[in-house]
Structures are given as structure tokens and as C-alpha cells.
């Protein structure tokens, strides 16, 4: 499965950091793209400016290495929604991805009881 494939599953990466704007995205690209179509009015697009909310390589090389998707794309989100929160932001970091919503929607796994052995 290719990398790029499995960082469609996860939630947006980048940031816009104009302050009334909630842009996110996943590459650092499509920024660049956001910011010449919305910002242009301002200076140089400052690429190196987008804040990134998370790294989604380590997620998926979790992914790759067998931890299943919904479980790794609930605890990126839940990672994201604590920076975005520090940041006072709100936007839509699940973009249209059907899938990911319903993970995130979905109730927890429930934690099974205790082998005999660890009580």
C-alpha cells in the first residue's frame, strides 16, 4: 500500500495560520495552493509558516506495521483536536473522508476484562 494512499485515512496535517482562516490540509503543496488563491493579498506564501498538527509519517508507519487504521486515525485526531483547542481554532480537519468521520464518531473499542492471571 503506498504511504500517500494511507495519509488519505487520517485527519489533516496542516494549518492555515491566518488568524480568521480555518484551512487544513495534507501537504504542504495544496497550502501553497490555499494560500495564493485566499491570501493573496498578503506577502510571499509562507510555506515554511503553515503549522503542521501532527507528523503523518509516524502514523503510517503504525498503520503499515499492523495497528489498525480507525484505531491510529482516532488517536491523531484526538491529538489534533487538543493542539487546535491551544490554538483556538475550529476547522473541519476530517475534510470529506466518510470513513474517517464515522471512526471518530464511533464509540471506543471497549476494554476487555482482565485475564484471570492479572487480577
Known sequence: MERRHVE???PHSFLCPFENCNWTGRRQW??????GTKHWETSEVPVEDAIK???PRASVKMILGGTPVNEV???VFT???ESLEILGKT???LGRNHDLMAWI????????PPLPDQI
Open 79 to 81: 491529538g489534533v483536536q
Open 8 to 10: 488519505l485515512h487520517l
Open 53 to 55: 498538527l501532527y507528523d
Open 30 to 35: 495544496d497550502f501553497k495552493v490555499h494560500w
Open 91 to 93: 476547522p473541519n480537519v
Open 73 to 75: 486515525a482516532r488517536f
Open 105 to 112: 464518531s464511533a464509540p471506543s473499542a471497549p476494554v476487555p
